[in-house]
């Protein structure tokens, strides 16, 4: 890997992990468009702790305070979050850790699998978008409504759906302001992130120092841009909302479409 595929690759999944684009379908489709080879088990826990570092900066506060009311004022605003994100946590995690293995084998170099659902959630997206009422704030959110966007979250093992956009359509789905929807699916992302990440650390630790380099750029980078993309996106949903993401969405699964068929013949 170069270090110019090494920082793309980072860009990727800082976009990609926070927009509701699917940063696992990015990180599968870049590299077959351009010809290069698969980057390896490493470099990708490398990407996505530094998304779980993009979050946690940005959030830090947020996050403190939502630990501390969670242990001491579990029944406050603030101490209902934190027990809200751990409900929300666990389909998602459970789901991984059953069904990672076969999601990735089946949906690995699905090409034009990816591109399908890539499109089809643009659609729900784009429709959800235009029909949500979204009246409830961050704070009045119950445990039900968290627990539905736990369940909704375990549906991004799939490359294309995208762990971000599916949280936050579901959170429009059940009444959440935009706004709400977009930051607590960002809350929600560290834990399922750590996890993953820690194991897969774990499980390739003995390979870093031999792609130290690329590991520290992917994981930089990946931060730097993820945390620009999380600003982003907090931003333009309270202006124009998320039907600008499934325009991109339809917009890509075009251009897969398009090399697909290129390259069948």
């Keep these: ?144 409504q968290a627990a539905l966007i736990g369940v909704s979250q375990a549906f991004a093992l799939f490359p294309g759906i995208s762990r971000s956009g599916i949280t936050m359509t579901t959170g429009l789905l059940l009444g959440l302001k935009k706004e709400a929807a977009a930051k607590f699916s960002f809350l929600m992302s560290a834990p399922i992130i750590l996890g993953a990440g820690a194991v897969s650390l774990l499980k390739n630790i003995n390979h870093v120092s031999a792609e130290f380099s690329n590991f520290a750029i992917g994981f930089f980078t990946s931060a730097v841009v993820g945390f620009l993309a999380i600003h982003f996106l907090l931003g333009i949903v309270k202006k124009s909302g998320f039907k600008i993401f499934a325009y991109y969405r339809f917009f890509l699964a075009a251009v897969i479409l398009a090399f697909y068929l290129l390259r069948a013949v």
């Design 1 to 144: 890997m170069t270090t110019f595929q090494a920082i793309f690759l980072g860009i990727l999944q800082g976009l990609g992990e926070f927009l509701p684009i699917s940063s696992s379908a990015h990180l599968i489709i870049f590299p077959w468009l351009f010809g290069w080879k698969e980057h390896s088990l490493v470099f990708d826990v490398a990407l996505h702790l530094g998304t779980l570092l993009a979050v946690l900066v940005y959030f830090w506060k947020d996050y403190l305070d939502i630990v501390v009311q969670g242990i001491a004022k579990p029944k406050s605003e603030k101490g209902k979050l934190f027990w809200f994100i751990i409900v929300a946590t666990i389909p998602g995690a459970l789901f991984g850790y059953l069904f990672e293995n076969i999601v990735e084998e089946v949906f690995r170099k699905q090409y034009l699998l990816i591109a399908i659902v890539l499109a089809v959630f643009g659609f729900i997206l784009y429709y959800v978008d235009s029909i949500a009422k979204n009246k409830i704030e961050l704070s009045k959110m119950n445990v039900f």
